[in-house]
Every structure is written in structure tokens, then in C-alpha cells.
């Protein structure tokens, strides 16, 4: 089979995109992938497919009128791009997860008549998958809120938890794009932070990075504590969450389906413009179970070395529940459920 894959901008949207793209790889399809040249994708797909193609597209939300005119139009030229590609490719599906490119995709695809489906990451959809599954064949998502509840498919690497007697490390994961909040947290709280005495890794976001360093730099000197480690983006980021015995983070559907795969009890800090504020409600499906706990921000502010300190004394009950809880995270699972679906068979 002949499957189109298409998602990006953020890693919430590309990684299960590759999950997907290499399970189908496995099961001998010919996979190929759709993306945006200004997302996530751009720099990262070439390490997961040679079979790619970039396109340019913008993102239509929070931006003036002649941005906006200019997205719409850069988004009818990736359509009839991709009209006149799938006509004389013909692909067997089209899979899309989110983000400019995968829209254009979908239509493109609906458009000749292929086969479509939309997987939606987060425990309230957006308005262009709301709007994109009355044109699927099928829609899934990883909470159950459009479509056939399939979990979020995840990578290889997010599969393995280490025993809990392995792990020592704070973790504090500000997302693909890093959190502005988070990086402010730990410049003001950096010496309550250490004085843990625990291994500290903080992934600050690549955009960020350089102005945070710079601060960093200005208020504490060139000589940071031996046990704090920061870093803009990291490929071995489960590498990380597997060794952590706790973490910080933001609520990205992805940084929250791996921090539990990995067993790590985590105090999710959401991102609050994250739009219908899906980035509590991902959150909160987890702490109901248990699994972790989930803080406003400025909740969070009033104390966070207590909630900190909270989450570290009764991690052993958090990550029983973590062992106990049943988490749909198999891409093999999604990909044989879209072959199944396809009309005809
Ligand atoms: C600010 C914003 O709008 N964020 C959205 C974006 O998430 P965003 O991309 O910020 O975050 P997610 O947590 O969903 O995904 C991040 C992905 O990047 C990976 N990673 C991250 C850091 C790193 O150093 N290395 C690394 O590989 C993580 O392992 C994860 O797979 O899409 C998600 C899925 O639709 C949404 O839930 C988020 O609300």
C-alpha cells in the first residue's frame, strides 16, 4: 500500500506522525510524508524518511488580516500542489495529525477522492480537526473526543520504564518550543531547586535557549551548580524521562502520554492560551487516575517548592498507579486499524 503521512510545525503533532510513518514502514508499506517547511519537521524528518516533501504554509491563527490573506493563499497553492501529486501518485490513504500541512493534505486527498484520516492529540479539538473530520473516512484521537478512541501513538524509545530505585532526576520539560513560564521558574527558584540535591535536567527550548542562558548568566554568574543541566532540545529525551524520578512540565499531549508510558509522577504546569485550554484537560484525565498532579500557574506560584516537595515524598503511590494504568500508545495498533477501515477491504 501507498500511505501519505502528514503532520508537523510542533513536535506535538510530528512525533506521533513518525510513530505512525515507521509502523507502516515495518509492516512493508511505502510511506511517504507531507510537511511544512517552517515547522519542527523541516530539521528533523530527514533522520526518520528520505521520502518527504516540504511545503510552504503558515499557520492562520492569532495573526493580522494580510498575514492571514497570505496564509490562505500560500494554503490553496499547497493544495493544488498536492492535488496534482496525489492524482499521478495515487496514494491508497492520507493520514494527518495535526498542523498547516496535514489540513492541506486532507483536502487535497478528499478532494481525488483517496481515503482520509485525522488523528487529534488532545482532550478538546481544535476547530480545524473539528471541522476536518466531517470530511474523513475516519477520525481518531488519543482521549476519545473525535472519533475512535486509539490512545497517542508513541516512538520506540518511550516504551521502557526503569524500575523506580534507577531513576534520581528532576526533570523540567517546557514542550517542543519551550515554556517562557518554566524557564522563569527556574531563574528565580534555581538555589531551592539545587538545594534538592538531586540532578536536574531542564530543556529550555531551542527558541529561548540563548536569551535564558544569558539571564541565567547575568543573575548567577558563569559557575552554575555541577548537578544542574539545561539544554535547548534533545532527540534522547526518554532517554532523560526514564531516568527521572520526578518532573516538571508543560501539558502538551506528547510530554504527557510519554511521562506516563515512562512511569515518571509529574506536576503538569498547563500552557493556558493552549487553545480551549486542552493542555489542562489532557492533564487533569491523568491526575483523576492518580498519575499525576496538575497546577494552574499561579496556583503553581504560590508555593511550588511544597508542590515539588509533595510530589517527591509520595512518589512511590503515583507511580504505582503509573504501573496499574492501562495507556493506548501502540502507532502498529493505529496503522493496522486506517488499512482496515480503507474501503474495499
Ligand atoms: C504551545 C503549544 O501549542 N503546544 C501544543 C503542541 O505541543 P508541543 O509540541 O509543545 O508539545 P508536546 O508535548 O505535545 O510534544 C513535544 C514532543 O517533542 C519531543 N521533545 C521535546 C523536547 C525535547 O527536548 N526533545 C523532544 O524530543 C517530546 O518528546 C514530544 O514528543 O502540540 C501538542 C499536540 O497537539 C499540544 O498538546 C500542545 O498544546
Known amino acids: 500500500m501507498k500511505i501519505v503521512i502528514s503532520g508537523g510545525g510542533t513536535g506535538g503533532h510530528f512525533y506521533p506522525a513518525m510513530a505512525v510513518l515507521e509502523a507502516f514502514e515495518r509492516q512493508g508499506h511505502q510511506v511517504s510524508y507531507v510537511g511544512a517547511k517552517r515547522g519542527i519537521e523541516a530539521e528533523k524528518v530527514a533522520a526518520f524518511t528520505p521520502h518527504f516533501q516540504l511545503l510552504e504554509l503558515s499557520g492562520l491563527l492569532g495573526h493580522r488580516l494580510r498575514y492571514k490573506l497570505h496564509s490562505l493563499w500560500q494554503l490553496s497553492r499547497a493544495v493544488s500542489h498536492l492535488r496534482r501529486h496525489f492524482r499521478s501518485h495515487r496514494p491508497d490513504a492520507v493520514l494527518g495529525f495535526g498542523g498547516y500541512a496535514s489540513a492541506a493534505a486532507i483536502v487535497a486527498a478528499r478532494l481525488c477522492g483517496i481515503p482520509t484520516f485525522l488523528h487529534e492529540q488532545n482532550a478538546r479539538a481544535g476547530l480545524t480537526n473539528t471541522v476536518l473530520d466531517r470530511f474523513t473516512t475516519a477520525s481518531f484521537s488519543a482521549y476519545g473526543n473525535l472519533g475512535e478512541n486509539m490512545g497517542l501513538p508513541l516512538r520506540a524509545t518511550a516504551f521502557h520504564p526503569l524500575p523506580s530505585q534507577q531513576r534520581s532526576n528532576l526533570l523540567i520539560m517546557g514542550g517542543s518550543q519551550g515554556s517562557l513560564f518554566l524557564n522563569t521558574f527556574v ?152 488499512l482496515q477501515l480503507l474501503p474495499g477491504r
Open 187 to 338: 531563574l528565580d527558584y534555581l538555589p531551592h531547586l539545587t538545594a534538592l540535591n538531586i540532578d536536574i535536567y531542564h530543556q529550555a527550548g531551542a527558541p529561548l535557549y540563548d536569551e535564558f542562558k544569558e539571564q541565567l548568566h547575568r543573575r548567577y554568574g558563569h559557575e552554575l551548580p555541577e548537578h544542574y543541566h539545561c539544554f535547548a532540545f534533545r532527540d534522547d529525551i526518554h532517554e532523560i524521562m526514564a531516568h527521572s524520578s520526578i518532573a516538571l512540565s508543560r501539558s502538551g499531549a506528547g510530554a504527557v502520554f510519554e511521562l506516563m508510558s515512562l512511569q515518571v509522577p509529574t506536576v503538569f504546569i498547563p500552557f493556558p492560551a493552549a487553545a480551549h485550554d486542552h493542555q489542562y484537560h489532557n492533564a487533569l484525565f491523568f491526575e483523576q487516575r492518580g498519575c499525576a498532579m496538575v497546577h494552574r500557574q499561579e496556583e503553581f506560584l504560590q508555593n511550588p517548592m511544597q508542590i515539588i516537595n509533595r510530589l517527591r515524598s509520595h512518589k512511590e503511590e503515583y507511580h504505582e498507579h503509573l504501573r496499574q494504568l492501562s495507556l493506548r500508545t501502540s502507532p502498529d495498533e493505529l496503522a493496522h486499524r486506517v
